[in-house]
């Protein structure tokens, strides 16, 4: 079985400021690892992946994210927020050479304060 | 460049009454998902398919079912729909099985709204 956990439902960060929206995955055997971003009223996009190779992984709009094995973690990251990055922000892990559906988190609402 | 594309975007329906919702995948995209998406919830993955066969099936009540057609396009027919029903559905296409690392490209979703 394969799990993702977003412990935050809702991040706050006023803009300028770097921000972390945190995930945890539990699977058996090397992950697949997706950030998609949803806007209100809009399908989810694609962010970011962690295949395999470096942990560190830059994706669209500036943010990136650190694969962590130790910690099964894949905390998606950005150095400095705009208020335009306001949205929710999903997490999802698929096994490599398992199943083809990934397993998506609950979600975590990231709010940018001017 | 060419994204997924649902119709219709909003549906109203009533009780027990039937809807069609689309799908049109990206071009050579060979495989189809169709996911639930409440309010405040992540998306409920339903079923996909591939290669115009049914490839994984997930929470879909028996009263829907889904097909995917000749030119890759997909379907998702629904009956006896009920108030719970009510949800944005997503169509979503990736390359397959073969480049099993590749994202989930989704659609920008139908509003079904169940009266």
């Known amino acids: 079985a394969q799990s993702v956990a977003q412990p935050e439902d809702q991040v706050n960060v006023a803009e300028g400021n770097p921000l972390t929206v945190k995930c945890t995955y539990s699977?058996?055997?090397?992950?697949?690892l997706f950030w998609y971003v949803q806007y209100p009223n809009r399908g989810l996009q694609f962010l970011l992946k962690?295949?395999?190779?470096?942990?560190l992984v830059k994706g669209s709009y500036g943010f990136e994210a650190e694969f962590n094995k130790s910690q099964t973690s894949f905390h998606l990251k950005k150095p400095s927020a705009l208020v335009s990055d306001s949205a929710l922000y999903f997490c999802a892990v698929r096994k490599s050479g398992g199943s083809y559906i990934p397993t998506f988190g609950r979600g975590t609402s990231l709010i940018v304060h001017p | 460049a060419a994204g997924v594309i649902q119709s219709p975007r909003h549906l109203i329906k009533e009780k027990r009454e039937t809807a069609t919702l689309k799908c049109y995948p990206i071009p050579r995209h060979d495989t189809v998902y169709w996911y639930q998406q409440g309010p405040g919830q992540d998306p409920q993955f339903l079923i996909s398919f591939y290669e115009k066969m049914q490839s994984d099936k997930g929470s879909i009540p028996d009263r829907f079912s889904a097909q995917q057609f000749s030119d890759y396009h997909s379907e998702l027919n629904m009956s006896s729909l009920e108030l719970g029903d009510s949800a944005l559905y997503f169509c979503?296409?990736?390359?397959?099985?073969?480049?099993?690392?590749?994202?989930?490209?989704f659609g920008d979703g139908t509003r079904l709204s169940i009266l």
């Open positions: 699977v058996s055997g090397n992950p697949y």
């Open positions: 979503a296409s990736s390359l397959g099985r073969a480049y099993s690392n590749q994202p989930q490209h």
């Open positions: 962690y295949i395999t190779g470096d942990n």
